[in-house]
């Protein structure tokens, strides 16, 4: 895949051309020749893989757009399953998003608060990803812009707040359990901040927590209906930086398919759905989406 092999090729004394200058020299990870022509061929590939999602995209007028966690990382912001996401460095951080743990267990919650306290997100700001999606609104081909983030950087960007669909909520909002209670995560993180470890609602003493969907809870019935009626309305539906492995936000992209949409998949690693894209484009995301979204 290019996101490995480019990294690799271009490290300094391991490039073609350090590899290429030493005549006779061994090379234990392979020939040189060899490398280099799999990296023309992936980089081939790539190149026809942007031309054939370019072309899908720029005959659309209708484009429904899910993105994940890989377009917020190019503004600082780790995913939690690619290959430097939090869960792959941190099996065990996946429990502090788990609901039942969240509730039960007050040592959960501090770890989770401190998490909060410290997310890059409070300071990244959105990236060229994120403004390919504003100009593609602006030119009125955008139908919907479903996220999976919490990061709220579509909506900084300045993306339409109409037309964006949170699908797991906002870290930027909080959330009392009990008597559902809800207002801005900032004076509550000052609370932590100043002391308290696991500060509770004020109102009525309940758990707090962000408004966002954890693991083992439900998701808004009326978020994920937006969300499938945007699906089989549009006529392409371009998933952006997701695993497409969490439901059922995945599940989007068959619904699309079956409503006769085109599939673009934008994404560093392979997806469940790649069979069925008309494209897959692994390439930066930041790199690729002002390309592929740009006026026709
Ligand atoms: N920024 C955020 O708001 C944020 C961050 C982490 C997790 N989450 C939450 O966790 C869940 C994780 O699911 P997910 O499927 O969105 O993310 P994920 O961690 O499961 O997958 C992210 C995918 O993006 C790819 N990727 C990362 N950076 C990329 C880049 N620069 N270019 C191309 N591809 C890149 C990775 O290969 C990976 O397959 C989501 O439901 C979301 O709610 C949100
Ligand atoms: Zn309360």
Redesign the pocket.
Same mark, same amino acid.
């Given at each position: 895949m290019l996101f490995d092999v480019l990294p690799r090729l271009l490290a300094p004394g391991k490039g073609p051309r350090g590899r290429l200058g030493g005549m006779g020299s061994h090379d234990p990870a392979g020939e040189p020749a060899e490398q280099v022509a799999s990296v023309v061929d992936e980089v081939e590939e790539a190149a026809g893989e942007m031309d054939r999602a370019r072309r899908a995209l720029a005959g659309a007028t209708r484009v429904a757009v899910l993105t %994940? #966690?890989?377009i *917020?990382?190019?503004s600082g912001?780790?995913?939690?399953? %690619?290959p430097e %996401?939090?869960w792959t460095r941190n099996p065990a951080a996946e429990r502090t998003s788990t609901l039942a743990v969240y509730l039960e267990d007050p040592e959960v919650r501090r770890q989770a608060w401190q998490n909060r306290l410290a997310s890059p #997100?409070w300071d990244a700001t959105p990236n060229a990803g994120h403004r390919a999606l504003v100009a593609l609104e602006r030119q009125g081909r955008l139908l919907a812009l479903i996220t999976?983030?919490?990061?709220e950087l579509h909506q900084l960007a300045g993306s339409d707040r109409s037309l964006v669909i949170e699908l797991?909520g906002t870290m930027r909002r909080v959330v009392c359990w009990r008597c559902g209670a809800e207002g801005p995560m900032g004076p509550t993180l000052e609370r932590v901040r100043a002391g308290d470890p696991d500060p509770a609602c004020l109102r009525c003493g309940g758990i707090l927590k962000s408004a966002t969907i954890s693991f083992g809870q439900a998701l808004d019935p009326a978020t994920v209906s937006r969300a499938e009626e945007a699906a089989l309305g549009c006529d392409v539906f371009l998933a952006v930086? *997701? *695993?497409? *492995?969490?439901y059922p #936000?995945a599940g989007l992209v068959p619904l699309a398919k079956e409503g006769g949409a085109g599939l673009v998949i934008?994404?560093?690693?392979p997806t469940p759905y790649d069979d069925i894209a008309d494209a897959v484009v692994r390439v930066?995301?930041?790199a690729a989406l002002p390309g592929l979204l740009a006026a026709r």
């Open positions: %994940g #966690a890989g *917020s990382t190019d912001i780790p995913d939690f399953r %690619g %996401g939090v #997100a999976q983030n919490i990061d797991h930086g *997701s *695993s497409l *492995s969490v #936000a934008v994404n560093g690693e930066p995301i930041s």
